[in-house]
């Protein structure tokens, strides 16, 4: 057992988490305005007001198990402890414990486009837990972040002093010569848009609803229209692909597979603007928000995206970044039509999750089967019922942290919609592979390091790594991700910014999932600890086969009962007396 300080609802307003966004605000639907007067914005976006993370809190006893908000406290730690405030609050691109000398680097335009997601983090952690370590890094990030809204769009703005950011083009040849232009990357606009709704719903700030229908109008404005649908194009300019130079695109050719680019996705590239455009419509109203979503979906579900099966066997030869060998579906299947993919699935996963919200958003029923068909399909693809998926099938065999957080939006956004109940495959995915991934312990960090040699330093600039930093990496590094796993291991421990961005993310999705409250109604979907504003859940799982629910104010509970229970096995008593039990599906 242990004591700890249990935070009750933190926010009214965030009950529902990134997947309702606490409803629309009572605002008219945005117009569309020309884009000379979006610049506007940056300089009001200095004034916005600073975040509400007021809250109760009180001490109880609870067992010792698994705790979300535990967790979430240390990722806090993680988030900010790989944040460079010497470098406009930029995030370091990966960090290395196993060396002798465990260092973390700057790397690649991921460090622009990532940040907004430690934006969301930090929020959905601080939600969680209550702490309030970097409660001021956080702020003068999410400000530096705001500063880079311009003309409607989130710039990466040229700086000679992140060389690296152009090395996907020096490396693969793809985008032609790098160029000292500034660039917009429309999948880290995005991630930018994203970070804006949840911060609107910590602070009553109008000029982030201005900022957010910017946004829109702006990914909007630079999509390239085909027939009914559009897309951004993979050689469109410098740095990585989709890249939106500030003069202009300098190639619109449409992308003939998903295989292109130096990820080894296209659809991956236009995931995130689908979903903030998706969410900012239910939130606004805002009709060119819906369009573009719309668009960007048609484009993404073409058969041409889909489809193919994992060749262990094939040539690596000509492919790029995450892209696995793979083989044409055989005459009898139809993958394209059922969401099947071969490759890279955090990239498929996030236009999955894009997908489903625009489906939410505009009452699209084929576009929700295709997501549920594609996520059943996802689970032949590892061994469902420990939380594993192969993220990289035919190539190197890992789940990466990045597509944990996708899994479990997945499993929950499915399961609210009513396309199922995949609160088991949450629960798997989140004790088995999302817990066990982030850093908790520095001893086992230090034993690993210890015993190896000076294997990755790089001490100087280069063009794929800023300098190296090396001071108290492993005490900042607690409560990061790391990137990749085997079913029981984690073969190299290292982490990428991406994991850590996403894998916190995948916490707050569990977290908020467990206890559902409407009125004077909770239901309990997940058996994991969780304090609510209704009940507190104390779990004894997997030490012992018993739940204690601590009532507070709920006339009503319900509980979902794992796939893994006897039924007939199960005995309920309310303060001491045995009580009969009412089912309604699981």
């Not at 262990?312 to 099947?340: I, Q, R």
């Not at 032949?380 to 944990?404: D, H, S, V, Y």
């Not at 239901?523 to 601590?550: C, F, H, I, M, T």
């Amino acid at each position: 057992m242990k004591k700890l300080m249990m935070m009750t609802m933190v926010l009214a307003a965030m009950q529902s988490g990134v997947f309702a966004m606490a409803g629309p605000k009572e605002s008219k639907p945005v117009e569309t305005k020309k884009s000379t007067v979006e610049k506007s914005i940056v300089s009001k976006v200095a004034k916005a007001k600073s975040f509400d993370y007021s809250g109760t809190s009180y001490e109880a006893t609870v067992p010792d198990t698994l705790d979300l908000a535990d967790r979430a406290a240390l990722a806090i730690n993680g988030l900010g402890g790989t944040i460079d405030p010497n470098l406009d609050y930029l995030p370091y691109g990966a960090t290395f414990f196993a060396d002798k000398t465990p260092h973390m680097h700057h790397w690649s335009t991921a460090d622009n486009g990532c940040i907004p997601k430690y934006g969301e983090s930090f929020s959905f952690m601080r939600i969680m837990s209550g702490s309030k370590q970097y409660l001021e890094l956080e702020s003068k990030t999410r400000d530096a972040m705001l500063a880079r809204v311009e003309d409607g769009l989130y710039w990466d703005r040229y700086d000679p002093r992140r060389p690296w950011r152009d090395i996907y083009a020096a490396s693969e040849s793809l985008y032609g010569k790098g160029s000292n232009e500034d660039i917009c990357i429309p999948s880290h606009a995005a991630r930018m848009f994203r970070a804006v709704l949840v911060w609107r719903n910590l602070c009553d700030d109008p000029m982030l609803d201005e900022v957010a229908g910017s946004l829109s109008r702006g990914m909007r404005r630079i999509a390239i229209d085909r027939d009914d649908y559009s897309y951004y194009p993979e050689k469109g300019g410098w740095a990585e692909a989709t890249s939106y130079p500030r003069s202009g695109w300098l190639n619109t050719d449409e992308a003939k597979s998903e295989i292109e680019g130096v990820e080894g996705t296209i659809t991956g590239y236009h995931a995130h603007p689908i979903y903030a455009a998706a969410h900012w419509y239910e939130a606004s109203g805002d009709p060119v928000a819906l369009e573009l979503a719309t668009r960007l979906t048609k484009y993404c579900m073409q058969p041409k995206f889909w489809g193919g099966m994992p060749n262990p066997g094939g040539s690596m030869e000509g492919l790029t970044g995450n892209a696995s060998p793979f083989s044409p579906d055989p005459p009898y299947k139809a993958g394209a039509e059922l969401g099947h993919w071969f490759s890279h699935f955090h990239a498929r996963a996030t236009v999955l999750r894009g997908i489903l919200e625009y489906a939410q958003a505009a009452s699209d029923q084929r576009a929700m089967e295709f997501v549920r068909r594609s996520y059943e399909y996802t689970l032949t693809q590892g061994i469902a019922r420990i939380g594993w998926i192969n993220g990289f099938p035919a190539k190197q065999n890992e789940m990466e942290a990045c597509a944990l957080g996708d899994m479990v939006a997945l499993g929950v956004r499915l399961s609210d919609m009513g396309m199922g109940d995949y609160w088991d495959d949450v629960d798997a995915v989140v004790r088995n592979h999302l817990a066990e991934q982030q850093l908790t312990r520095r001893d086992i960090i230090e034993q690993v390091s210890a015993a190896c040699g000076e294997r990755q330093f790089h001490s100087g600039v280069s063009k794929q790594y800023g300098p190296a930093v090396t001071e108290r990496v492993i005490e900042r590094g607690m409560g990061v991700f790391l990137s990749n796993s085997k079913p029981t291991s984690v073969a190299v421990p290292f982490t990428m910014l991406c994991c850590t961005g996403n894998a916190t993310q995948g916490l707050y999705y569990a977290w908020e999932g467990i206890v559902r409250e409407s009125g004077d109604t909770a239901q309990v979907n997940l058996l994991l600890n969780r304090a609510a504003k209704l009940l507190d859940v104390d779990s004894y799982l997997p030490y012992e086969g018993k739940v204690v629910l601590r009532n507070k104010a709920a006339r009503r509970i319900s509980v979902r009962i794992p796939y893994w229970v006897t039924r007939k096995d199960i005995r309920a008593n309310v303060s001491g007396k045995e009580t009969a039990l009412d089912w309604l599906d699981n």
